[in-house]
């Protein structure tokens, strides 16, 4: 990590990508609302003065938190992101206590409504809440940011240029505020046939060179390139191919609603039990889960053989790095739970999340989020919906800060994220803070109906991984 978190700057884009655009388009269907929640723990409360000043700072930082979204509905570009001339920071920025003895659970409970619901569409797509009243004298903020923004690892960018790496940080200069320009509709519309038109021509240029090489490929080695093409086609259908039941029969339900659950695991004992088996804290990470869900179905007397799983694969690469927005594919793959073995469980999962990582379709899902977005929005919500609610579970990854962070001179004591259910069972989301690997459960009650005993099956999941220390 950079000493100076704003010494490699991000580079925001004026319109979302394609990728970015089918989020904000299927919320079509509320049930797959893509909103990220993430509970930041402090050691004490922050002067709410100081707070509101640092959040002000940071809305002229990171553009994205002053612009709000634009569509042209007489175009097929993806929407822009423009400055919002009404912008209101204390519509954004709220106080609140938490109810209650203070407990997490109350908090949890606090922050549950706040994750369910959806943006106000008019104005820019994020909220936080600074919360007092916690048990021990702690503070917490909720933050909370719609997907179409940026991924798990961009919120992290996002959130070091909130932090320091030192309590006793100098004060940060206050920039201006952005500058307002709202376009009129002639520029609406000549901008967005602009992007239509360069974005056909690279696409177009894209195929070009792949078909260049595909016809050099078949010159040298016809038998090869047909079953190269073969494999790509098939990788393709794989990623698209609908599955809208899930395989658990105990966890088949689906609702509008949330329970959320945290956990944490110490980080080092789960990189020793992975390299037992010579995998990564990630199969580990998902090996307990599968656990877990083995044992809940079990405890409910309901037989389960095989599980579907939805992971974000991380493609950000080169100048990807330092981009605002979307860099993932979303992986879908099937899970056999029958082994009994701990040993014999990881080693399958980690074959599986490598052959996921490595499917050649993944190469295509910008070409194919682009095709996807010419489709009326009707067509593409039915899509995804038959894709997304057919997961069993989703598991994300996320890599955090290995040291420190502060704000205004108070220490974080922990930070839990919460992804979004966007059609599951339920969102199992991992950040690693310092020497922690933080779990978020966001479970729909009504796929997941004994949140209590869930909670205690995935914790028996995790003791059996980390036995293996």
């Known amino acids: 990590m950079d000493d100076d978190p704003s010494a490699t700057p991000i580079h925001y884009h004026h319109r979302m990508s394609d990728e970015d655009a089918l989020m904000w388009s299927i919320e079509k269907d509320p049930m797959l609302r893509s909103t990220i929640t993430a509970v930041v723990l402090l050691e004490r409360p922050v002067d709410h003065g100081e707070l509101r000043r640092s959040f002000d700072r940071l809305s002229r930082t990171v553009p994205r938190l002053r612009q709000r979204v634009r569509s042209n509905p007489m175009s097929v570009a993806p929407p822009r992101w423009e400055v919002d001339p009404a912008f209101d920071l204390d519509y954004h920025f709220r106080l609140a206590r938490v109810p209650g003895d203070g407990s997490m659970r109350d908090l949890l409970r606090m922050v549950q409504p706040i994750a369910m619901q959806g943006f106000d569409r008019a104005r820019p797509q994020w909220e936080c809440t600074a919360v007092d009243g916690l048990a021990d004298g702690r503070g917490a903020l909720i933050m909370k940011l719609h997907h179409a923004m940026t991924d798990g690892v961009g919120g992290v960018r996002l959130m070091l240029e909130l932090f320091d790496l030192e309590p006793d940080a100098p004060e940060r200069d206050m920039p201006p505020p952005p500058p307002v320009h709202v376009l009129n509709q002639v520029e609406r519309f000549n901008d967005a046939l602009d992007h239509q038109v360069r974005s056909g021509l690279g696409l177009l240029r894209e195929l070009g060179v792949t078909g260049v090489h595909v016809a050099a490929n078949a010159a040298a080695d016809p038998v090869g390139t047909f079953a190269n093409g073969a494999e790509l086609a098939a990788s393709a259908a794989r990623v698209l191919r609908p599955s809208p039941d899930p395989l658990s029969a105990l966890m088949s339900g689906r609702s509008l609603s949330n329970h959320l659950e945290a956990l944490t695991l110490p980080l080092d004992m789960t990189r020793k039990a992975a390299k037992r088996v010579g995998g990564s804290i990630n199969d580990a990470y998902v090996t307990g889960l599968v656990r877990g869900l083995q044992h809940y179905h079990q ?3 309901t037989p389960l053989h095989d599980l579907r799983m939805g992971m974000p694969v991380n493609v950000r690469t080169g100048e990807m790095n330092d981009t605002a927005g979307n860099a993932f594919v979303p992986a879908r793959f099937e899970i056999p739970v029958h082994a009994q073995d701990i040993f014999e469980l990881m080693r399958t999962i980690r074959r599986r999340l490598l052959t996921a990582r490595d499917e050649p379709a993944n190469q295509l899902v910008e070409p194919m989020a682009n095709l996807l977005n010419r489709l009326p929005t009707t067509v593409v919500t039915q899509v995804f ?85």
């Not at 108070?410 to 059609?423: D, E, H, K, N």
Request: aromatic residues 6%; contains cysteine; glycine residues 12%.
């Open 299 to 301: 405890r409910h007397d």
């Open 385 to 469: 919906g038959s894709m997304m609610k057919g997961l069993d579970f989703q598991a994300s990854n996320v890599p955090g800060s290995p040291l420190p962070l502060y704000l205004r001179g108070v220490r974080v004591g922990s930070i839990v994220p919460f992804g979004p259910l966007a059609g599951a069972g339920c969102n199992v989301t991992l950040l690693s803070y310092e020497n922690d690997l933080n779990i978020g459960l966001n479970l729909d009650p009504a796929a997941v109906e004994d949140p209590d005993s869930f909670i205690e099956c995935i914790r028996l999941g995790y003791d059996e991984v980390l036995d293996l220390a």
